[in-house]
């Protein structure tokens, strides 16, 4: 079986969690399928050996909305799918490719849902007129789809809400995995020196993106109350919008005033530091307003870190509230209580190495990327079965 993975985000330009996702879904697939990944960029001749296409946006659309840039990408992709027996999109970037590739190359489509357009709108900040474009292209594929994949139980939910003449039996949910062998607990302390963090201090950990979904501003807010004694390391880049930057800068500004011990690493740091950082961490954050699953609390989860999430999406499919970590509701005052959950967990260290010890089983027991693909595969036999 031949397949076509299409993805915007592919190593080493991996900045999300659907980045994320496909790195090492693809690494799974490879000894299961005949695998070829088209994503964005220049590839170098060994990556073209190993079977990855990169594809760039049209010179002439340089100016043009990054809507329209991504749409050039996707043309791209669909003219080099020949030969593929079944086409596997990841994210609007790619989806629209992988429906093209479909009509046009009559094999199967399957995507898998990594958030959803209608639930974001904030998007229309980022991309202007583009968000109406990028909505457009994801209804479009995911209602012709042979198959569409959710990360969680929520997210199906979600999807079947957002587009209703979708058929139920249509979208399966596969949970996003994590690298145990990879994410495990590091004991080692060069990152922590190299950044300045006092290691006779706890911190609070954050790592992701400066975007109105991952609720940093909510973040900044909350750690304002929370224990002084406590440093805050916030590995927070790739803003989505200058906006979205000039408000996060305001409100770091405004924090690093009234506390001490406050780090902002604005860089992507390379994986064994951002390890590093989690097993050290007393507690991880995560402030999502809106999270389909959230691989960023699995990969703490496997540094034997507890966890300090908001009580949406698929996170309390992750997260086990008392367990693992502790769900924070999103309605009323969400900083006051990111604020209380992220005190509890800090005074009580013994409590705190519980739910990490507790977190790392977990990721383990359920959430191994060898089992996501073997599923992924069977889903990929079935759609092939029924075409």
């Known amino acids: 079986m031949r397949v076509g993975l299409l993805t915007r985000e592919y190593p080493p330009d991996v900045y999300g969690g659907a980045g994320v996702h496909v790195e090492f879904l693809a690494r799974e697939l490879r000894e299961l399928v005949d695998l070829e990944v088209h994503c964005w960029g220049e590839a170098s001749a060994a990556e073209r050996a190993a079977g990855v296409v990169r594809h760039r946006p049209w010179p002439a659309l340089d100016d043009a909305n990054d809507a329209l840039r991504t749409f050039s ?63 457009w292209a994801e209804k479009t594929a995911f209602e012709a789809a042979d198959a569409v994949v959710a990360v969680s139980g929520a997210m199906r939910e979600d999807i079947l809400g957002c587009y209703p003449g979708l058929d139920p039996d249509r979208v399966h949910v596969v949970h996003n995995g994590i690298d145990t062998a990879l994410y495990r607990p590091d004991h080692g302390t060069d990152a922590l020196e190299r950044i300045g963090l006092d290691a006779d201090r706890a911190y609070v950990l954050f790592v992701g993106r400066i975007t109105r979904q991952k609720g940093v501003p909510h973040l900044l807010r909350a750690v304002r109350d929370i224990d002084p004694a406590a440093q805050v390391v916030l590995c927070a880049g790739a803003p989505d919008t200058p906006e979205i930057d000039r408000e996060f800068r305001e409100l770091y500004q405004e924090l690093s005033r009234v506390r001490a011990g406050v780090h902002w690493i604005p860089q992507m740091l390379p994986r064994p530091d951002v390890i590093q950082l989690l097993t050290h961490a007393a507690v991880f954050v995560c402030p999502s307003v809106y999270e389909p699953l959230g691989i960023v609390n699995l990969e703490a989860m496997a540094c034997g870190t507890p966890v300090v999430a908001s009580r949406v999406g698929g996170i309390p499919e992750v997260v086990e509230d008392g367990r693992t970590g502790l769900l924070v509701d999103v309605d009323g005052d969400f900083a006051a209580g990111l604020a209380r959950a992220l005190d509890t967990v800090l005074a009580d260290p013994a409590a705190a190495r519980r739910m990490g010890e507790a977190g790392r089983r977990r990721a383990v027991a359920e959430f191994g990327w060898d089992a996501v693909a073997r599923r992924t595969v069977r889903l990929y036999e079935q759609v092939l079965a029924q075409a």
Do not use: F
């Not at 958030?115 to 709108?121: A, D, F, I, N, T």
């Not at 998007?123 to 968000?131: F, P, R, S, V």
């Open 73 to 135: 990408v996707d043309l791209a992709m669909t003219a080099a799918l020949t030969g593929c027996d079944l086409i596997h999109s990841h994210t609007w970037y790619a989806n629209l490719a992988g429906h093209l590739g479909k009509l046009l190359h009559g094999v199967p489509h399957v995507l898998t849902a990594h958030s959803l357009e209608p639930l974001r709108p904030w998007k229309a900040e980022q991309l202007g007129g583009g968000y109406a474009l990028s909505s």
